[in-house]
């Protein structure tokens, strides 16, 4: 089971997203059955935010001095599943999402998910460092993805 803690210090996020929690774990709820750990209590934090907060997390912890969408902070670097166990934290940048402006709602719920689901599969354990890395890496995040679209509209 995914437990899911959804915090927004971005207000932006509230004009698209009317309940944040709801939406993440109707994504969650929509997994395929491999990614759900049905036998398992797993948890991760998602930090709603903007690109201004973004940066200064990229700059702190990656020595980049600039924003980005989406940012994951896996709590190990190999994946150690146990009865209970805490992922890691993704943030992602409201401003990277809403562009342009003039997308409609389904756009940027597609955007959101598909972010999502980058920053859940970098908690697992993926990268993309390597090509054939982000390979793998992008297969499983089609995997989600194909499973999330089929059951979410």
Same mark, same amino acid.
Request: no cysteine; glycine share 4%; aromatic share 14%.
């Given at each position: 089971?995914?437990?899911?803690?959804?915090?927004?210090?971005?207000?932006?996020?509230?004009?698209?997203?009317k309940n944040k929690e709801l939406f993440f774990k109707k994504v969650c709820d929509a997994f395929p059955k491999k990614y759900k750990f049905l036998n398992k209590k797993v948890i991760f934090t998602v930090l709603l935010s903007n690109n201004k907060n973004i940066k200064k997390l990229n700059k702190n912890f990656r020595n980049k001095n600039k924003s980005t969408d989406i940012l994951s902070f896996p709590l190990e670097k190999k994946l150690k599943l146990q009865k209970k166990t805490y992922l890691g934290d993704i943030i992602i940048s409201y401003n990277f999402i809403d562009q342009p402006k003039s997308q409609d709602l389904k756009? @940027?719920?597609?955007?959101?998910?598909?972010? @999502?689901?980058?920053?859940f599969v970098h908690l697992l354990g993926f990268d993309h460092i390597k090509n054939k890395d982000y390979d793998k890496m992008l297969k499983v995040e089609n995997f989600i993805y194909k499973s999330v679209k089929s059951k979410i509209n």
């Open positions: 089971m995914i437990n899911v803690n959804v915090f927004s210090e971005e207000k932006s996020w509230s004009k698209r997203l756009s @940027f719920k597609k955007k959101v998910i598909k972010l @999502f689901i980058h920053g």
